[in-house]
């Protein structure tokens, strides 16, 4: 068989199979050729999820006769010149539009500013026409009617219009996000119209207006910066977070991108902090030199790689974490919103005929209350009395204080000072054995007893955790595990990190690795078990964290059973010492589960309950 050289038609089509996967692909690259153009607006119009019919209008620069001719030449480009290593464009290869006119009907009409006419020309399955004048408004409009027509085979791997029209409302809400002073309208026959109008320099005001305005309101802001590499963007609270991870959006040099190291970096930074199932919601900006990330390396152009992949991801994690530790022990505004729907307002529970006072789960206290100086627990009254959270026994609160219709202002002390210097107020009552009622200068905070202890306990174990070399365990004969040599390279590499969480690994010839030492908190365990499945973790992510997540996990675990109980009766100077030790402790807003462990309803709430607002 003799080699031959492919015609211009097919090789066209063999990149539109890379660059063009769905009529999604096609408007990435439209809505960036508008966007490197210099569009302020640009209009995205569709019909049968965009195999019908794809039009991207825009008011950028636009394109002249002799230029409009060779926007659909293969590689024909004004972005780049010599170099691939400042690329400061979202496109730069010049494979789009020859791609999509060889598999599509496409037709481009263009006029730059100033001229006095625009000009059109067309390609239908790879056919160029010639180009002639037409009557355009200054910038581009790019019509694509009848996707993948000369490829037929290609319209049957196709998902159903509704999902193709919800591709590319997804691209649309991308770029959007990325390019905040940019206008963007998508409408069609398919779909309702989306607007996003620009809102300039103010990121958080695009984004609300893509994830809803609760963003605005559970949004940590971000801003961080090492060694020349700066992210910005901003981070939802742990208990503002989804089903899915379709709300975390990453921007490199202003490029969204699904790139599998930073949604890594983001996973690993609300470590502890989400329920399983659940994900944070994210926007995530990376700014950095352009010779320093590699974005030529997915055709679609939505992967990356960077030089220092662990500077980047250290940087997200670092930035996450320390935002989430200063501001995210703050609860959801939704929380506020779900309680506010539980209540039905008119319902009038009466008393049952065996009700008493003693017997009521409803514990509110009396002037005992009024200054309370404790501390968590060892001294005060707490320690006097000889009870503590680790004890059965329990002193009776005080007599039921009989509710009065007066109003009298009253100003409450705690620990010698207004409750307003506390954010999570002062105890007020015990209800159910499990949850604090707390008074705060503008509201209320109702606090989960047990999943609040328990984080506190876990955050004291995980501190201990940290910081020094972990005990180990010596096995008696070393554990000797056949692994593929690639794979003992990269256990090697990480050999020094894994020694400091008590897990001593040496290698033992080409293809296995020996283990002397397994870290003493995790007792009898699967060795072969845990180094394959670090090998497999560090082949992906190219990190060691499941072993710490495995000792943070039997942390939890003890943490746990080791907390103050659902059930447990608590005396006023223990609940507030819970509430003044939980305002201290990072990450105290969620318990080791992820869950919320206090909820908070503003006094404007409350009044709203009542018709007073």
């Given at each position: ?567 447990r009766q608590l005396r006023v100077e223990e609940m507030n010492a819970l509430l003044r030790q939980m305002e201290q402790t990072p990450g105290s807003g ?24």
């Amino acid at each position: 068989m003799m080699i031959k050289q492919l015609s211009e038609t097919l090789i066209n089509q063999i990149a539109a199979g890379e660059v063009i996967e769905r009529p999604a692909s096609a408007a990435k690259e439209l809505i960036e050729n508008a966007i490197d153009a210099g569009a302020t607006r640009i209009e995205v119009a569709t019909a049968g999820g965009g195999k019908t019919l794809l039009r991207i209008v825009d008011n950028g620069c636009g394109m002249g006769p002799d230029d409009l001719e060779l926007s659909i030449r293969r590689h024909c480009t004004s972005k780049i010149s010599q170099t691939l290593f400042d690329i400061r464009s979202l496109g730069f290869r010049g494979e789009a539009l020859p791609s999509i006119g060889s598999v599509a009907k496409l037709t481009i009409t263009s006029r730059p500013a100033g001229a006095s006419a625009g000009a059109e020309i067309s390609v239908q399955g790879g056919k160029v026409g010639s180009v002639r004048p037409a009557a355009a408004n200054p910038g581009t409009t790019v019509e694509v009617r009848d996707l993948f027509f000369a490829t037929p085979a290609r319209l049957k791997f196709l998902k159903t219009e509704k999902a193709e029209a919800g591709a590319i409302a997804e691209i649309v809400k991308r770029m959007a996000i990325a390019f905040p002073a940019i206008r963007f309208v998508l409408s069609g026959t398919d779909r309702s119209t989306l607007e996003f109008p620009s809102t300039g320099d103010d990121h958080l005001a695009r984004i609300a207006q893509i994830l809803g305005s609760d963003f605005r309101d559970n949004a940590i802001a971000l801003d961080a910066e090492r060694e020349d590499v700066r992210l910005t963007g901003f981070a939802g609270v742990p208990t503002f977070n989804r089903g899915n991870s379709a709300h975390q959006y990453a921007f490199v040099n202003g490029r969204p991108v699904l790139d599998k190291q930073i949604l890594s970096a983001i996973r690993g930074a609300y470590a502890e902090t989400i329920p399983h199932g659940r994900y944070p919601v994210a926007v995530l900006s990376l700014t950095l030199d352009p010779a320093l990330v590699d974005v030529n390396v997915h055709p679609a152009k939505s992967d990356v790689r960077f030089r220092d992949p662990g500077l980047v991801r250290g940087l997200i994690v670092g930035a996450v974490r320390q935002a989430l530790q200063r501001e995210g022990d703050r609860s959801s505004t939704t929380g506020a919103g779900g309680m506010l729907r539980a209540f039905r307002p008119g319902f009038s529970p009466q008393p049952t005929a065996n009700w008493s006072a003693e017997a009521s789960p409803y514990r509110p206290f009396g002037n005992a209350a009024e200054t309370i100086a404790s501390p968590y627990p060892g001294s005060g009254p707490s320690a006097a009395t000889g009870f503590g959270f680790a004890e059965v026994g329990q002193a009776s609160f005080e007599t039921l204080s009989q509710p009065a219709a007066r109003s009298e202002a009253r100003s409450v002390i705690v620990a010698g000072e207004p409750v307003a210097n506390f954010p999570l107020g002062a105890a007020r009552a015990q209800v159910h054995a499990n949850y604090i009622v707390a008074q705060t200068g503008d509201g209320l905070v109702i606090v989960d007893q047990h999943a609040a202890h328990e984080r506190l306990v876990f955050e004291q174990m995980r501190k201990a955790l940290t910081g020094r070399r972990l005990p180990s365990q010596g096995l008696l004969i070393p554990e000797i595990i056949d692994l593929p040599e690639e794979d003992c390279d990269r256990l090697m590499m990480h050999a020094e990190a894994l020694e400091q969480l008590g897990l001593a690994v040496e290698r033992f010839g080409p293809g296995a690795i020996a283990v002397r030492e397994t870290p003493a908190m995790l007792g009898e365990m699967d060795v072969t078990g845990l180094i394959k499945d670090l090998a497999d973790e560090i082949a992906e992510w190219d990190t060691a964290d499941r072993l710490s997540a495995r000792l943070e996990h039997v942390a939890a675990t003890m943490a746990c059973h080791g907390s103050v109980r659902s059930g447990r009766q608590l005396r006023v100077e223990e609940m507030n010492a819970l509430l003044r030790q939980m305002e201290q402790t990072p990450g105290s807003g969620q318990c080791n589960h992820g869950r919320p462990t206090y909820v908070e309803l503003k006094l404007s709430d409350i009044e709203r309950l009542f018709g007073r607002s």
